[in-house]
């Protein structure tokens, strides 16, 4: 079944095709519980125009989003306008307190509205209960989480910058007089505003004060109500809306020029245009200085970083104050061009300045184009490459997996579901993954009983003891037929909590972040071929409005499996990982086990028909004991086995016998004859058949009841998988197979 919208083939061309983004995809969806179809392939389709309809939103989305995005500005946070506690106290004292709080609030709004004008900046608000509370509703449950304009949580925006600004001066002056006139008493009031304060500019990244200015503005209006006029209210209360406003724009532009200061962006016959607008404060009339960068300053004691020396080049009165842009006209140029900064003179030009001059120096010149792509001359052919024919398609990398859990707070069960997850995230057409559950009598612990019984050992354990030698990694590799080994641990999982309270807001949050590396060893060497680290985190907020009780290790190992896969797949993509090298080739081992330190005497018939103690003595072989070649079940000896040739671990066990354990250096045409040593209750059976030889005298005719113990003999051997090996030498000086007893009672 192929999706309507992205053409992928999602289930068995006999079903109803999946939903899209409504429509008669939508309908279709909605109308698939016709007669014949079970449950579970109706919610199995439901389930299928669902995850369509995701992919196609997102990939609209991410569409639109590359389409419209815009460059990252500089983020910055305006605090809340204050007054210092001693300037409140005073506009309390002469009942000037109500007027102060106008201007604090007025500049409060204004200074947002100049700062978002300049178009600079990205604004990040202040007051973020209504933010939080609306995330902690997205997170309650009752909303659609797929919903791209869900507020999400953790998700608020940092901020670059901070500014501030502190009313340390306030004074409201008011003067009236009665003057007598043809029409009467007049009364005139003269009201004057005094306003001075400090804006500071903060790096907040680094907690450094940027800049600090001092603005001061003063304001006077007059009022006259003539006799018989009545009026409510006071005309000069305009000059709280005036003197907040214009204290509003000063700060905008301090702060803006702290950051970015005004540049000029064009430069033409003595019209400079820059980078500022009327709504940043621009007027016509105002004059700007000026200034060339010169080289970077550091402070030679602290090594701090002081900006860049500015270098007085020229005069300028603005002109025009537009929407996106500002134009001023040069009154003195000393070599002002594109990229030269502008700084607001509120006082005006200095003494000895003629505002009247008017240079017509221009410094727009012509700019080389930048390079670009090669265009052949009208006529000319660009040569076309030859092309190879398609090359088959490369062998895929087999890779075992494993899975090892060191982290103490990890449940082991959830070991499984990583290595689910890193499987489905690793494989790709150019890697195949080999799974233990796949290949579970590949290594002996797997096997609950019989030759591959396991050891007992917990799986991580034993995971922990093949790997941890490079040798039997190799040989690992090599019999579940990988071309390499990823090893992924999970290293550590551990938890931080936070708690914020700003007398407003107050949350706690506790982040978990899961550890964990992989890394893939040469399946013929052992030899690490590339590794990396994956570290997930997820952080859960509790709030006054919301509480959220959620164990987060699944997705964390999700999370981390992804990552693991995507970095593994690009890195044997880009050929970044050396190729494992070649499986060298398998040579033939030979083992033959014997008991060591325990013979038995030949027991052999005569020309008369007895049977007679022997003087010739017998080597006990071992059958069907268990050989692991590096932690591997290769079989039973004795026997011969393909062996790769180089340092192997070998173990042999079989009931009754103390296991062997050694390292064989393999070379083609080796054969080993080990001798094992029998266990203390096998030692003490053995020993009892041996008092019984003792007791027999050679070349003496055997009673029927010494023969019946022989009996007993040969099947104690037979029942612990043990054998006499007889020497051909001895059976010939006997005649013949037949006359020997232990070839008649052989196990």
Known sequence: MNCDSCGIDLFPANLTTCQTL??????????????????VTRALRQATGVLCAVLVAVSCSIAAGQENAEPTKSRLRIQEVEATPAVKKQAEGNASGATLSQVLEGVDTQLLNAIEQTRKFELVPRDLRAVLREQDFAQSGNLNPLDPQTAKAFKIAGVKYIGIV??????DITASMVLEGGLGKTKVERRTIQVQGVV???????ATVLRS???????????????????????????????????????????????????????????????????SGVTPGQIWEVFALGTALVDPETGESLGAEEIH???AKASEAGPKFSKAVAIEDSGIDRGHILRHRPEGLPAGVDPNVRPRGSASTPTAAPPGPHVPAPGAHAAIPQQDAPAAAPKPLRLAIFVKNRAKDVPDERVMYFEDQITASVTAKWIEVIRREEVVNAVARFAKEGPNAGTGLTEAEVTDRLLSDRTSASNLATNMGADAILIAAISAFDSTRRQYNDGTNATDIQEFTLRTTYSVLDGATGGSLTSGNADKSKSIRQTANLRVDENPINELLQDASRQVGDKLKAVIKDNEMRPPNPAPQEVMLEINIFLADFRVPQIARGDDGEFRLENAIIDVGVMNAEVHIDGMSVGSAPGTFRVRPG???????RPLLVPEERMVNVKPGLVLNIPMRMTDEGRQQWMEMARFFDGLKAQEVM???????????AEFLKNSGLKINLDTKDLAALGGVARSFWQKSKP
Do not use: C, H
């Open 200 to 206: 500071k500019v903060i790096d907040a990244t680094r």
């Open 313 to 315: 080049i020229g005069w």
């Open 647 to 653: 340092m192997q671990r070998l173990l042999i066990s």
């Open 22 to 39: 409504g429509g008669a995809g939508a309908e279709r969806y909605q109308n698939t519980g016709r007669a014949g179809l079970s449950t």
């Open 703 to 713: 009673r029927e009841a010494d023969l019946i113990k022989a009996e007993a003999f």
């Open 166 to 171: 502190t009313v340390d001066n306030f004074q």
């Open 213 to 279: 200015t001092s603005v001061r503005l003063e304001k006077t209006a007059i009022d006259q109500v003539m006799a018989g006029e009545e009026r409510e209210g006071r005309a000069t209360n305009a000059l709280v809306g005036e003197i907040a406003k214009e204290l509003a724009a000063r700060a905008a532009n301090e702060i803006t020029d702290t950051i970015f200061p005004a540049k000029v962006i064009a430069y033409t016959l003595g019209s400079i245009t820059f980078n500022r607008t009327a709504e």
